[in-house]
């Protein structure tokens, strides 16, 4: 793997939308402008990418709340899938929110999704038990 593991930047906005978008990670109740724009006002450094050549080939999304760490926007350029990219993304993740005394790592999978949770089942992960809710506090 030749790609490199860096912060996101402004300028790569347009690029990883882009690689969410094609990846099915977009939801029209989700501004992903708005998801860069929060997730950085808390933590701007835990919002990584992969690049190869100024092309964003991948990212992942951290957060930290004091309890628990969360993983999101996992994705891979579908033309690099399988060279292990969402791979090294999830351990510099990881690494940084074990930086930050995060003793614990969540993620959220849709239930129907076979694949990603076998992805992850790979990756050490284990299936939780507990369900989700949400409400939304402010419309995007």
Request: proline share 4%; net charge negative.
């Amino acid at each position: 793997m030749t790609v490199s593991i860096r912060t996101y930047e402004p300028a790569d906005e347009t690029q990883v939308i882009a690689l969410w978008q094609d990846a099915g990670l977009t939801r029209p109740w989700n501004d992903p402008h708005k998801d860069i724009a929060r997730a950085r006002a808390v933590w701007p450094d835990l919002l990584l990418v992969a690049e190869e050549h100024q092309e964003v080939v991948g990212s992942v999304m951290a957060g930290y709340d004091g309890h628990r760490g969360w993983l999101y926007y996992l994705a891979t350029a579908g033309h690099r899938r399988g060279e292990g990219i969402g791979r090294a993304l999830v351990a510099e993740a990881e690494a940084l929110l074990e930086a930050l005394g995060c003793p614990k790592v969540m993620l959220m999978v849709r239930a129907d999704n076979d694949a990603v949770l076998e992805y992850y089942d790979a990756l050490g992960y284990q299936r939780e038990t507990t369900r989700v809710t949400g409400r939304r506090l402010i419309p995007d």
